[in-house]
Nanobody, 120 residues
Framework: VQLQAFGGGLVPAGGSLRLSCAGS??????MAWFRQAPGKQREFVAG????????VYADSVKGRFTISRDKAKRMVYLQMNDLKAEDTANYFC????????????????WGQGTLVTVSS
């Protein structure tokens, strides 16, 4: 399944941005957002299960980012508020058959990245 992420852009520090990902909507799957900053490893940001909407967040984004899904549209969103310069990265969506995990290797389908740049 080809996932498609979009919605990135340039935003000032303290601003907001919403990313979207067209997912598969497959039962028992989990969707997640990862990000990769220049020169750094890809890291988990947030995840959500299709069935129950259970969510998990990285500590660095708790209270600022919100992941949600629209089952009818098969879309997953990442609402990012109070953005900081350290949030600058290429953001990817991915899915896996099973529960949410932070392990990158567990996700088999990936979308292309969408770049988020936060100016300080």
């Amino acid at each position: 399944v080809q996932l498609q992420a979009f919605g990135g852009g340039l935003v000032p520090a303290g601003g907001s941005l919403r990313l979207s990902c067209a997912g598969s909507g497959r039962t028992n799957y989990a969707m997640a957002w990862f990000r990769q900053a220049p020169g750094k490893q890809r890291e988990f940001v947030a995840g959500i299960t299709w069935n129950w909407g259970t969510t998990v967040y990285a500590d660095s984004v708790k209270g600022r980012f919100t992941i949600s899904r629209d089952k009818a549209k098969r879309m997953v969103y990442l609402q990012m508020n109070d953005l900081k310069a350290e949030d600058t990265a290429n953001y990817f969506c991915a899915d896996r058959n099973g529960d949410i995990t932070t392990r990158i290797s567990e996700y088999k389908s990936w979308g292309q990245g969408t770049l988020v740049t936060v100016s300080s």
